[in-house]
Nanobody
């Protein structure tokens, strides 16, 4: 089994910054893509950003230029640096990891709450 644990969420004023972290642990041979997703109340979960093992990134249009995803392969950790936060960024942010261990499977963390006040 693999566990993903997010941290770094909180309450911040509009225009502020937060840095989220997600650490993967357990039965891991390697981690392929990792990503951050978010779900606001009453809305569907949406992609925020993804990053491949080699560092290729992809962002939702709504966060381009404000958020930066990065990872540390040695630590099985993915980060999300969020700047210029807006009230519409308020959501539960979850990380996802595509893990290889005698097979390949995706795992989700439980999420961390980000609340941006106006």
């Amino acid at each position: 089994q693999v566990q993903l644990v997010e941290s770094g969420g909180g309450l911040v004023q509009a225009g502020g910054s937060l840095r989220l972290s997600c650490v993967a642990s357990g039965s891991i041979h390697s981690i392929n893509a990792m990503g951050w997703y978010r779900q606001a109340p009453g809305k569907q979960r949406e992609l925020v950003a993804t990053i491949t093992r080699g560092g290729t990134t992809n962002y939702a249009d709504s966060v381009k230029g404000r958020f930066t995803i990065s990872r540390d392969n040695a630590k099985n950790t993915v980060y999300l640096e969020m700047n210029g936060l807006k009230p519409e960024d308020t959501a539960v942010y979850c990380c996802n990891a595509d893990v290889t261990y005698f097979g390949r499977r995706g795992y989700w963390g439980r999420g961390t709450q980000v609340t941006v006040s106006s």
